[in-house]
């Protein structure tokens, strides 16, 4: 079953078109790399697919359409994301910001918050415990108390994919999930996304480290100037020569 699908998703701003007529499918349990050159797109697909950009087209999450449906609601389907920067609480400990996260799904009430009420302190309770899960899962766990703006920035964005993860997504948006990282903090995040997959979780990330997308994608689809492109596996990505003319041959004459 295909977990999500866009079909001929288009975004423009004023005469531009930023995504044109797009379409394509991500199965259940994998993991799909998005990559293209600067400007082809990529986030803007992001923001579009999960309800921060208005744009027409259909998109679907299993069976449901989530075109024009609000980021928080499209939340509630089963689609979370990360950004490009990452977007923490930075006064709060680790823990708290996760616990942040897991309101989504908890029935959080404002007025039970207020008053203090027995269902409350019970969400909160659960809420504590089912996020110091998710940081042990992570790699996390002995840092909950810790401030987010004491991490680095690799911890940082692992702290943004735990938050991601406590609104129990049935698949995970990546925006650039190694970038300024060094090569441990890149093999780390990569064995988290191995480990996120194989946790039932879905993903489809971007990324401009090839070595990562060519070590853990399943498929690959490649954009420039709104359009696909290529798609396939990455081998079959790897001797695409539209892709090596749009992407990877302006690196590849460099080197």
């Known amino acids: 079953m295909h977990l999500l699908e866009t079909r001929n998703l288009t975004v423009r701003f004023g005469g531009v078109t930023a995504i044109d007529n797009l379409s394509l499918t991500v199965g259940e349990g994998e993991i799909r790399g998005l990559i293209g050159p600067n400007g082809a797109g990529k986030t803007t697909f992001f923001n579009a697919v999960s309800g921060r950009y208005p744009s027409s087209g259909e998109i679907r999450v299993r069976d449901h359409v989530v075109s024009g449906l609000k980021p928080n609601e499209i939340v509630a389907q089963g689609l979370a994301r990360t950004f490009q920067h990452v977007t923490l609480f930075?006064?709060?400990s680790v823990l708290k910001n996760v616990m942040a996260g897991c309101h989504l799904r908890s029935g959080y009430s404002?007025?039970?918050a207020l008053l203090g009420t027995p269902r409350t302190r019970q969400n909160e309770a659960d809420n504590e415990r089912r996020a110091r899960e998710i940081l042990d899962f992570v790699g996390l766990g002995g840092?909950?108390?810790?401030?987010a703006a004491n991490l680095p920035h690799g911890l940082q964005r692992a702290v943004g994919i735990a938050v991601a993860l406590a609104?129990?997504?049935?698949?995970l948006m990546l925006d650039e999930p190694c970038a300024g990282m060094n090569t441990a903090e890149t093999r780390s995040m990569s064995d988290l996304i191995r480990r996120i997959r194989g946790n039932g979780t879905s993903i489809i990330l971007?990324?401009?480290?090839?070595k990562v997308i060519m070590g853990i994608c399943d498929q690959i689809t490649v954009l420039n100037f709104g359009t696909k492109i290529a798609e396939g596996s990455p081998e079959e990505i790897l001797r695409n020569?539209?892709?090596h003319k749009a992407y990877l041959g302006s690196a590849a004459d460099a080197s």
């Open 143 to 147: 840092l909950a108390d810790e401030t």
């Open 167 to 171: 609104s129990e997504p049935q698949m």
């Open 241 to 243: 020569t539209a892709v």
């Open 110 to 112: 404002f007025w039970g």
């Open 90 to 92: 930075k006064s709060f």
């Open 206 to 210: 971007i990324e401009h480290d090839m």
